[in-house]
């Protein structure tokens, strides 16, 4: 049981949410620990307040907008007035019969903003667990609008309430964030919203309102154009044998036999796409883990085990990505070292890889701007904050370029590993071409770029006290801290290339490796010193950093800090290439055989637009509900494998209708070239 324990916190363990150090929810302390409201201070005296209809008239809003409002409160004064006999229309010309009939009348005619007054969010149990969402009834907003009853529209507004600092020791000073939803009229603004809500509610305020029109005319356009893109592939599938034509690029069954087929390139260090694999699902995740913070009630699940040491793996996450990164690096030095002689070879390498990549990113990052925030609908489903970072950084996410900006300006949350990716792929491109001619230089100039990077993230992190990692902490750390180590060594290319640099080290090695030493295994003495060496460097990252996790060591052990920020990443890194490496060379065959699996060689085709996949999947998950969800492991570890199939899934069905049909059509010799290998596979099978 124990061991399923571990198996089950060590899922958790990934990158790579990368903005969700910004959404982390503050800390569940006790009520009597924040400043709690005087609803409205002097603007909601109920002692010397007018009526409900005289007060909307003042509102300091556009008209329409304070039209509805009039409508809302003037409609509540006149239900109140049915209460004590309808005091405001008594006529003596009329019978009694009629007066009362005249009231029943008023009455059913603005009983409807008893239901309005219902919407409205209101205090939910387990506020000290962590339960900010007061979302009231999102359902009864969209039915009152239905009827047309009122013209609404459901908000939410997030208030802070301010700690009070009753404890003087005690440093936990962010403040309570609560979300209300509200059913506000449709004719405001958010601006106008803010207005109104700022003079009754005493504390910072952010308005976000759910979008009026979900398909806007770009993204009908857009699903346009994708349906008469699949047109010739349905055309190429029904009718194959027109597929001597360019249509033959469209076929969806010959792209779907390339996708999932199991062919390799390579005969050897087919571990590397098991490990893919592995690390592709613990990113997943850690994703998982992260974005489920703003949607779940029990926000304590998540900052209960930032104390324990073994909790700590599913804490501190963010160094998964450069292993993957180290992988990528060392595989692709592997297969093109001594085959890029001239320039033109190395563009041709840079072309086809963009190729592989690019359309199904480009699909993902326009999916993500304008199709993804009208998917569903909700309380919980107002993405404000996708849109508006999609409308300026949509273009540096498909340029390959929104690391060279703030951390928040990327349209999707992998955007900047995305971009770290492409950057370093062409730079080792250009390493791989140096090293067909001069091979020392070039180690020798890798190595330098290695160190210097370290000490680079070293010289960095001492010198602007930055932590060693975005992670849970003990005590909260300063949001200006967590940008900057992000801007400052996390988007960095030059503070991240020491885990390329040991890719592109250990790939020469595996490719120049004798076959005398790949059967020694760890007979041969260096092998072992490198297995020990290989277990140190993967333990270092896991618990280098829990100091400062649980026992609070900031500013005090600066040093300490700087160093586990410069040397876990590379060191993780090491770890995982010796690793292969190591299989490479006769050891650890029994892993070895089970990560060579031929099921993980089409899967790790697709790994790194999985991963950009996975982060709408995941929000879809959460944010669909109507209800913040109640966070359990088994749920967290469910919602992870569904998310990591759905994203392999997707991931395939874009490089099948999207990637290869453009490919094939920039490169159709690719598409014959399988088609040779494939016969000379059957002749060799059948000879055999």
């Known amino acids: 049981m124990r061991s ?18 910004f959404r982390i929810p503050p800390r569940p302390r006790p009520l009597d620990q924040y400043k709690l ?23 300091p809003v556009g008209a329409e907008c304070r039209a509805q409002f009039e409508h809302i ?32 009348y008023q009455k059913a005619d603005n009983s409807w903003v008893m239901r309005w007054f219902d919407s409205l969010g209101k205090p939910a149990a387990g506020i000290t667990e962590g339960n900010y969402y007061w979302l009231g009834d999102y359902e009864l907003c969209t039915v009152l609008r239905d009827e047309k009853s009122f013209d609404g529209q459901y908000c939410r507004i997030e208030m802070e309430v301010p700690d009070a600092g009753v404890e003087s020791g005690c440093p936990q000073t962010d403040p309570l964030s609560i979300i209300l939803g509200v059913c506000f009229p449709a004719a405001c603004s958010v601006q106008d919203l803010a207005k109104v809500s700022g003079l009754y509610l005493p504390y910072n305020l952010k308005v976000e309102c759910e979008s009026q029109g979900r398909w806007s005319a770009i993204t009908i356009l857009l699903l346009v154009l994708f349906a008469v893109w699949l047109v010739p592939q349905a055309v190429s599938t029904i009718q194959p044998h027109l597929n001597d034509s360019v249509l033959h690029c469209f076929s969806i069954s010959e792209n779907a036999k390339r996708t999932f087929s199991t062919r390799r390139d390579s005969p050897h260090l087919h571990v590397v796409h098991g490990l893919e694999f592995l690390l592709f699902f613990t990113i997943v995740c850690g994703m998982v883990y992260n974005f489920m913070l703003p949607y779940i009630e029990n926000v304590a699940f998540s900052f209960e085990g930032v104390s324990s040491l073994s909790m700590h793996i599913v804490n501190n996450y963010s160094y998964q990505i450069d292993g993957l990164l180290a992988l990528s690096a060392f595989y692709t030095t592997y297969m093109l070292f001594g085959t890029v002689p001239t320039v033109r070879s190395a563009l041709e390498s840079v072309a086809q890889r963009l190729a592989r990549f690019w359309p199904a990113y480009i699909f993902c990052v326009i999916f993500m701007y304008t199709v993804f925030p009208g998917v569903s609908s909700g309380p919980m489903w107002i993405h404000t904050d996708t849109v508006n970072r999609c409308e300026g950084g949509w273009w540096k996410n498909l340029l390959f370029i929104n690391n060279w900006f703030n951390v928040t300006d990327t349209c999707v949350d992998l955007g900047y ?14 390493f791989i071409y140096l090293s067909s001619k001069f091979v020392m230089i070039t180690q020798i100039v890798v190595y330098l770029i290695f160190g210097s990077s370290i000490v680079f993230s070293f010289v960095r992190a001492y010198r602007q006290d930055l932590p060693p ?15 900057a180590v992000y801007d400052q060594l996390m988007l960095s290319l030059f503070a991240r290339s020491s885990s390329y640099c040991l890719g592109f080290i250990f790939g020469i090695g595996c490719a120049t490796a004798s076959e005398d030493l790949r059967k020694m295994g760890l007979r041969y003495r260096w092998h072992a010193i490198l297995a020990v060496a290989c277990i140190a460097s993967g333990i270092f990252p896991f618990v280098g950093a829990f100091p400062y996790s649980a026992w609070n060591w900031s500013s005090n052990f600066r040093f300490m800090n700087a160093l586990y920020a410069a040397f876990h990443r590379p060191m993780w890194s090491f770890s995982l290439l010796s690793f292969v490496y190591l299989c490479h060379h006769g050891a650890f065959k029994w892993i070895n055989a089970l990560l060579e699996w031929r099921a993980f060689t089409p899967l790790s085709k697709v790994t790194w637009v999985a991963l950009v996949v996975a ?17 359990t492991h088994w749920s967290t570890l469910y919602t992870a494998i569904s998310a990591a199939l759905l994203s392999y899934m997707i991931a395939i069905f874009l490089d099948i209708f999207v ?18 290998a494939h016969t000379q596979e059957q002749q060799r099978a059948a000879a055999v």
Do not use: W
């Open 615 to 631: 982060e709408p999947i995941i929000l879809y998950f959460f944010s669909s509900l109507n209800k913040p969800a109640y966070a």
């Open 4 to 21: 399923f324990l571990l198996i089950l916190a060590l899922c958790h363990l990934a990158l790579s949410c990368t903005l969700c150090p």
């Open 37 to 59: 409201p005087k609803v409205g201070g002097k603007q909601f005296d109920l002692e010397k307040m007018p009526k409900f209809c005289n007060a909307s008239k003042q509102l």
């Open 659 to 676: 990637t290869r049909p453009i490919r094939y059509l920039i490169y159709p010799e690719q598409m014959h070239r399988y088609a040779q």
């Open 73 to 104: 409160f003037c409609s509540a004064d006149r239900l109140t007035d049915t209460f004590s006999g309808c005091q405001s229309i008594v006529n003596k010309s009329l019978s009694e019969q009629e007066q009362c009939s005249k009231c029943a």
């Open 469 to 483: 990692a975005p992670m849970l902490t003990l005590e909260p750390e300063p949001l200006e801290k967590i940008y």
């Open 417 to 430: 590993v995305i971009s770290l990716e492409a950057q370093y792929f062409l730079i080792l491109i250009l």
